[in-house]
């Protein structure tokens, strides 16, 4: 056989095999698919969205499709989000909270320190301070030391004064032991006596006008009177003021000079009123120079003025401080800070002080238990009675990052995480705030320990719910509402979207017309009327009233 047609002998062949089994299988109503896939299962129709919402506004939110009242763009279906919980919490999914980094933190008890900024300048100690005056009426023959700055020490020469009054002391003393003498033979008990009682009186007499006991020594040993008297520092320091010239006549009682001992010196600094509540005496500052940059001194507040100054708002602080090497020179320029750790009730923690007893006059002086202060005698106080406390857990403040609150005016609001969701939940809440230490808040109510606050991203939370149309940081009730005194107030915007209120559209429940924006609106509004009538009483909003319900 030819092979060419014995090859188109089998083609003819296949093809009617396979026309014969397609006619068959179309006979037969059987699919040509493996028998797996012959049974498809009737996919499920989709869901219908019952809310629709704008791509461009998705505050909007319709309970059918529409256009966008605010645009006029197509409404989208929005998907559910399952059940959205009070209207002042938001969930979101883990994806969404990792795009927004939120961070939580744990609201604990913790000793916080405050920063109290304070300028001022250094001054001399005034009880360190010596004035040398004229301790009787004379002429200033010589000044020893004849201008201001020159340090001198504990007896050290000054000036010398001439003075009639002088030499007749002295005269009368030198009297004295002649008549005594003389008198030493006599067996008059009396006028020995007398003689004994004027040397004694005459000695008296030249100390107190400020001779010593060598300088009188010497004048009964030369019997003579001196006709000028030298005057000796009585410590050692600067001398700040000369008041006196060589040759001047001065009374009793005239200054020469002033010296002032600068090895303590004072830090007079000022301090706000509204950081007084943080100073305590006995507590710690550190300050810097202009001289000395980036030396730190420290020192301990010894007086806290009582008085505010009505011009710059400010009280005086006084620090106390050593200063050996006089590196501290009057008139320096400081800048301070305080650090006390804040603890309740506007006390201040101290380990170091807590228990101890202190000196109400030099707050270097401590001691573990009660008696007498070593300078100046005067009884010492407990450290409680100045408002500090021990470093115990029930003294500690309750306490949130800064980065947690966010503030609006007189108000701040918080994101608290809700334990136990399926998805991260947070709710909106309003809390009081003391005072701000550093990176934290001090909160006064409206948080319990161990709560859970964001820390970061409170902002985009707060964002989110309004997109939502939730209450937040930025919808809560105005001063002026509540200064109105809770008085109710007419609608004037829809309780859906928020809109103005259109009085074309509206509904009547149970004795009350609500308006809305759009219609729509009153169909999502009939869906939980109770829930959005609470939301406009909480808002300061009631109803009109109506006598009969009608149906619109």
């Known amino acids: 056989m030819n092979p060419s047609k014995k090859t188109t002998r089998i083609m003819l062949i296949a093809a009617g095999l396979i026309l014969i089994a397609f006619i068959g299988g179309r006979l037969s109503g059987k699919s040509p698919t493996p028998p797996e896939h012959a049974h498809p299962q009737a996919s499920s129709p989709k869901p219908k969205a019952s809310t629709w919402t704008c791509s461009m506004h998705p505050q909007i939110k319709m309970p059918k499709p529409g256009k966008c009242p605010l645009c006029g763009m197509d409404l989208i279906p929005m998907e559910s989000g399952g059940n959205e919980g009070g209207e002042r919490e938001i969930s979101v999914s883990k994806y969404a909270a990792k795009l927004m980094e939120l961070e939580t933190y744990t609201v604990d008890r913790r000793f916080v320190a405050a920063e109290v900024r304070m300028v001022g300048t250094v001054d001399y100690d005034e009880t360190r301070v010596s004035y040398i005056s004229a301790w009787f009426p004379g002429r200033i023959d010589r000044l020893f030391v004849d201008y201001t700055g020159v340090p001198v020490k504990k007896g050290d020469h000054l000036a010398e004064l001439y003075s009639p009054e002088l030499l007749t002391a002295q005269e009368e003393l030198i009297q004295g032991i002649q008549t005594l003498e003389k008198l030493k033979n006599s067996d008059s008990t009396y006028l020995l006596e007398t003689a004994k009682k004027t040397i004694v009186a005459s000695r008296e007499k030249l100390h107190l006008w400020g001779f010593t006991g060598q300088q009188v020594a010497e004048i009964e040993k030369r019997g003579t009177p001196a006709k000028h008297m030298t005057i000796y520092s009585p410590g050692s320091?600067?001398?700040?003021?000369?008041?006196?010239?060589?040759?001047?006549?001065?009374?009793?009682?005239?200054?020469?000079?002033?010296?002032?001992?600068?090895?303590?010196?004072?830090?007079?600094?000022?301090?706000?009123?509204?950081?007084?509540?943080?100073?305590?005496?006995?507590g710690q500052v550190e300050f810097t120079t202009e001289t000395y940059p980036g030396k730190t001194f420290e020192g301990t507040i010894s007086f806290i003025d009582p008085i505010i100054n009505p011009s710059t708002r400010t009280a005086k602080v006084r620090i106390i401080i050593d200063n050996p090497t006089l590196a501290l020179k009057p008139g320096m320029f400081v800048r301070a800070v305080a650090r006390p750790k804040v603890a309740e009730g506007g006390r201040v923690m101290n380990p170091e002080l807590a228990g101890k007893w202190i000196s109400p006059m030099h707050p270097e002086i401590i001691k573990d238990a009660p008696g007498s202060c070593d300078v100046c005698g005067m009884p010492l106080v407990t450290t409680e009675s100045l408002g500090y406390v021990a470093g115990t857990e029930e003294n500690a403040p309750l306490?949130?990052?800064?980065?947690?609150?966010?503030?609006?005016?007189?108000?701040?609001?918080?994101?608290?995480?809700?334990?136990?969701?399926?998805?991260?939940?947070?709710?909106?809440?309003?809390?009081?705030?003391?005072?701000?230490?550093?990176?934290?808040?001090?909160?006064?109510?409206g948080l319990e320990e161990?709560?859970?606050?964001?820390?970061?991203?409170a902002f985009k939370l707060d964002a989110e719910l309004?997109?939502?149309?939730?209450?937040?940081?930025?919808?809560?009730?105005?001063?002026?509402?509540?200064?109105?005194?809770?008085?109710?107030?007419?609608?004037?915007?829809?309780?859906?979207?928020?809109?103005?209120?259109?009085?074309?559209?509206?509904?009547?429940?149970?004795?009350?017309?609500?308006?809305?924006c759009c219609g729509g609106c009153d169909g999502t509004f009939m869906e939980d009327p109770e829930k959005y009538l609470e939301q406009m009483r909480s808002e300061g909003v009631e109803p009109e009233k109506v006598e009969h319900v009608h149906e619109h």
Request: proline content about 5%; overall charge negative.
């Open 399 to 445: 306490v949130i990052p800064a980065s947690a609150a966010l503030k609006t005016g007189k108000r701040a609001v918080v994101y608290v995480e809700i334990p136990g969701q399926e998805k991260p939940t947070y709710e909106g809440r309003e809390v009081e705030l003391g005072i701000r230490l550093g990176g934290f808040y001090v909160v006064e109510s």
């Open 237 to 282: 320091g600067i001398v700040i003021h000369k008041n006196a010239q060589e040759g001047m006549y001065v009374k009793t009682g005239t200054r020469i000079y002033t010296i002032a001992d600068l090895s303590t010196v004072w830090i007079q600094l000022d301090a706000y009123e509204s950081d007084l509540n943080w100073l305590r005496y006995g």
């Open 450 to 457: 161990g709560e859970r606050v964001v820390s970061h991203g």
């Open 466 to 516: 309004q997109i939502r149309a939730k209450p937040s940081m930025m919808s809560v009730p105005s001063e002026e509402q509540e200064i109105a005194g809770g008085e109710p107030q007419p609608q004037t915007l829809c309780p859906i979207m928020g809109g103005a209120i259109n009085k074309s559209v509206f509904t009547d429940y149970n004795g009350m017309r609500i308006y809305f």
